[in-house]
């Protein structure tokens, strides 16, 4: 299957489960993100000091099942890799974030990052080619 075809079930649901691996590279750690589709990536955001952000700083492989808003997995996972956004790129994701979630991602988001003062750092999740080759199958998901 190509990436086009394994983002297809993301367009249906607004929310993603993001399994991000520990540094042991075996434990991990879910968490419900706001997604968007854009070509065969998938957009999402989260601020530079949460969790999810450090793991991925260590270890930029991770799996994406389609969610509820409450994180109630609705679909396979997909495992694949992930990317800090910068410059036009980060702009581009953060307009497809709020066309997509005008409420949540175009207004309370942004506004409580900066009530906070929290550094938003968008990434692409890019899926990985079932036809390439997986060297350790410890830590995939079923």
């Given at each position: 299957m190509n990436s086009a075809t394994l983002v297809q079930p993301f367009r249906r649901y607004k929310t993603a489960l993001l399994l991000t691996y520990r540094s042991d590279g075996v434990s991990a750690q879910s968490t419900p993100v706001s997604v968007v589709v854009a070509d065969d990536r998938v957009i999402f955001r989260t601020w530079q000091e949460s969790g999810k952000a450090k793991r991925l700083s260590r270890n930029s492989d991770a799996d994406l099942r389609p969610c509820t808003f409450r994180g109630e997995p609705r679909g396979t996972a997909v495992r694949g890799h992930v990317r800090l956004l910068e410059g036009a790129e980060e702009r581009r994701?953060?307009?497809?974030?709020?066309?997509?979630?005008?409420?949540?991602?175009?207004?309370?988001?942004?506004?409580?990052?900066?009530?906070?003062?929290?550094?938003?750092?968008?990434?692409?999740?890019?899926?990985?080619?079932?036809?390439?080759?997986?060297?350790?199958?410890?830590?995939?998901?079923?």
């Open positions: 994701a953060s307009l497809l974030l709020a066309r997509r979630h005008p409420m949540l991602q175009g207004w309370v988001v942004p506004m409580s990052h900066r009530l906070l003062r929290y550094r938003t750092q968008h990434y692409e999740f890019t899926p990985l080619d079932i036809n390439h080759d997986i060297e350790n199958m410890e830590g995939c998901p079923d």
